[in-house]
């Protein structure tokens, strides 16, 4: 087992690839197991991944400005379709026109994101985030780990899920800008 | 010259074709048909192969077998029946159905997420001959596929299960398992969006022959033989992949196949070309692909093609002159009398509509779409399952479809169809009809583990091409 899975994928009818492969490429270099949707990814699509790979995080880009309608409910379906302590990432330019970034990052938490970024985040701060953020959630250490069994995990998370929901300290290093 | 000998048995004709195989390759030398015997299959594969022979029925098979090189098939009372489980919808059940159906199975029902009380009692209900359980990527999840094994172990289920999911967790499920024959073997959807059905298609084929092949006496043909005979789905399959290895212009085609019972549909062409204008979504489909319709069929299924295909037999009635009342008639008519042949020029008009159905409802489960989405970087289109856009050749076979000249019956279908829906079917863009003129395909399917390239070579031969006489439905 080894590696913690993610899903990574550029939301709705986008299609800038670049970055999305940059991406894959990043976080496999930083020991993930990466699982690329590419581009244009529904909601549903993430899920589904997420759910076949047993992943522990999922990372939406959006570049486009219409990200957040693509997101809105992202939160709410992973609930219901049984994803509860995954841990959900949003970054890029994710609204149109100038809107402050504190603003943004306020709306796509309130959608339930863990953890908003922009365009120009040092992605190994990302990384460094992602660890801790797995960690947290799903009770074991990243990459390298023997993960528990799953049972164990579901029920550790449901209660970390729940504990760390409202609490959540955002560390000054995401805010870049 | 050798003779070699293909004989398939089905599940109301036993047929069989003696071939010559000489320098260079095949040639047909007689073709025939004879009433499947239910209770015992031997009675008429022994009379099929003692005429194709020309030797007196009454010779023991024993004696029959060393005059030429048999192969058989047969078809296993319309096919295998699978029940596919899966995970989620759109990834490890498509993939697990895909695979049922590229075996030579049908699926009788399909389940994703964990299996409820009522779907275990439904499954037992069923009582299928294999039970395909997938789910989870190799190292992904593994929860719902222990819940699932737990089930299947303490359902009243009977037959092999066949598991090819999430390999981390393979032993656990045979661990589960234990008192039920399981057959572990790959995965059939290792990372998301790769398809690996090759093994999976293997191991059924193998539980096929073992356990389903064992009764009504075709154990005796087996021992006998010492080969096996091969799912008579599977062995056009075979024939399908092989053609365009051998012949660079049959490199797109498919194939259409109405029986009484099922329709089935083959092709061989690439199922997408990655453009920057086509994105496709859910998984890349085969590049071979098999789909049984088990609710399309002239005879045992015409009562069941009456009612999923209604829209279409109405529209096309309308446009014959016919009421709706009419066909319902006929299908009472044929639904009973499973050998009926139609008669007056009305029955061969609503015969050909309902064969027409069939293709319609066929195609459109077989291939994909896509829509348009119009976004900042311009128009792009999303594509969904199978792209049959650069097949050029669309062959039919069956009984009906090979005794058919017109390209009518195939060709009505899809230009209805390009008018389907809001989103756009990707239909063969303009092909040419065929016909399995001596509906060889079957037999000819057997001989093609041994003789590839020869048997391709003959099916090439031996299609006519309809789409040459002048007649254009496009």
């Known amino acids: 087992m080894g590696k913690d899975t993610i899903v990574i994928g550029v939301i709705g009818s986008d299609c800038h690839s670049v970055g999305n492969k940059i991406l894959e490429l990043f976080f496999t270099s930083e020991g993930f197991k990466v699982v690329n949707l590419g581009v244009m990814v529904s909601q549903q699509e993430f899920i589904d991944a997420a759910i076949e790979t047993n992943a522990k995080a999922i990372l939406v880009s959006s570049l486009y400005g219409h990200g957040e309608i693509d997101c809105q409910g992202f939160r709410d379906l992973c609930l219901e379709k049984g994803l509860d302590p995954i841990v959900l990432y949003v970054g890029g330019n994710l609204v149109v026109g100038k809107t402050p970034f504190s603003v943004v990052e ?41 993960n528990k069994s799953q049972s164990n995990q579901n029920k550790q998370l449901s209660q970390a899920a729940q504990a760390d929901q409202n609490n959540r300290q955002e560390p000054e290093g995401s805010r870049t800008k | 010259m050798k003779t070699v000998i293909s004989i398939d048995i089905g599940s109301t004709w036993t047929k069989g074709a003696a071939f010559a195989l000489t320098g260079s390759g095949f040639e047909l030398k007689e073709k025939i048909s004879v009433p499947t015997t239910q209770d015992n299959l031997v009675v008429g594969f022994h009379e099929t192969l003692a005429r194709l022979l020309h030797q007196d029925p009454l010779t023991p098979l024993e004696q029959l077998k060393g005059l030429s090189e048999i192969f058989f098939s047969s078809s296993a009372k319309g096919g295998l029946k699978i029940a596919a489980i899966g995970l989620v919808p759109d990834l490890t059940l498509q993939l697990a159905r895909l695979a049922a159906m590229s075996a030579g199975g049908k699926v009788v029902k399909s389940f994703s997420f964990a299996l409820t ?15 395909l359980f997938s789910g989870g990527t190799d190292g992904g999840n593994s929860k719902y596929i ?68 064992a009764g009504r006496g075709l154990a005796e043909i087996v021992d006998l033989f010492g080969s096996q005979p091969k799912p008579t789905p599977l062995a056009v399959f075979e024939l399908i992949s092989v053609i365009p290895e051998f012949y660079q212009d049959w490199s797109d085609l498919a194939v259409i196949d109405i029986g009484g019972a099922t329709t089935d549909f083959y092709s061989n062409t690439e199922s997408y070309l990655e453009t920057d204008t086509v994105v496709l979504k859910g998984i890349r489909e085969p590049k071979v692909k098999r789909t049984v319709e088990g609710d399309l069929g002239l005879r045992v299924s015409a009562r069941s093609l009456f009612e999923t295909g209604q829209s279409y037999l109405e529209d096309r009635l309308r ?112 092909p040419s009809f065929y016909r399995d003129r001596h509906y060889l395909f079957s037999v000819l399917g057997n001989l093609v583990e041994k003789y590839p390239q020869e048997a391709a070579s003959l099916a090439v031969a031996s299609v006519e091409n309809l789409s040459q006489k002048g007649e254009n439905h496009d």
């Not at chain 2, 029955?347 to 319609?360: G, M, R, S």
């Not at chain 2, 989405?373 to 669309?394: E, H, I, M, N």
Request: one cysteine or more.
């Open chain 2, 117 to 131: 009380g009522g779907d275990v009692s439904e499954l037992e209900k069923l009582n299928p001959d294999i039970v």
């Open chain 1, 106 to 146: 306020e709306k796509f938490k309130r959608m339930g994101f863990d953890r908003v970024f922009t365009p120009d985040i040092d992605l190994k701060q990302v990384a460094e985030l992602l660890r801790q953020d797995i960690k947290e959630k799903f009770g074991s250490s990243l990459n390298g780990q023997e």
């Open chain 2, 319 to 430: 446009e014959e002159g016919f009421e709706l009342k009419e066909m319902e008639e006929f299908v009472d008519r044929i639904s009973s009398r499973l050998d009926y042949l139609a008669e007056s020029q009305t029955e061969k008009i609503l015969d050909q509509i309902l064969a027409e159905a069939c293709v319609y409802y066929a195609v459109l489960r077989h291939s994909g779409g896509w829509r348009e989405v119009y976004t900042p970087q311009g128009r792009v289109y999303v594509q969904t399952g199978k792209d049959l856009r650069r097949v050029k050749a669309v062959i039919g076979s069956g009984g009906f479809l090979s005794g058919e000249k017109s390209t009518a019956v195939m060709a009505i279908p899809l230009k209805k169809l390009r008018n389907y829906g809001e989103e756009k079917k990707l239909l063969p863009d303009c």
């Open chain 2, 146 to 213: 222990l819940e699932n094994a737990k089930k299947l172990q303490s359902s009243r289920l009977s037959c092999p299960v066949v598991y090819a999911g999430n390999r981390a967790v393979a032993e656990d499920v045979l661990n589960i398992m234990k008192s039920r024959e399981v057959v572990v073997t790959e995965n059939l959807m290792p990372e998301v969006g790769q398809v690996n059905i090759e093994p999976v298609r293997e191991k059924i084929r193998e539980i096929f022959l073992k356990r389903i092949v």
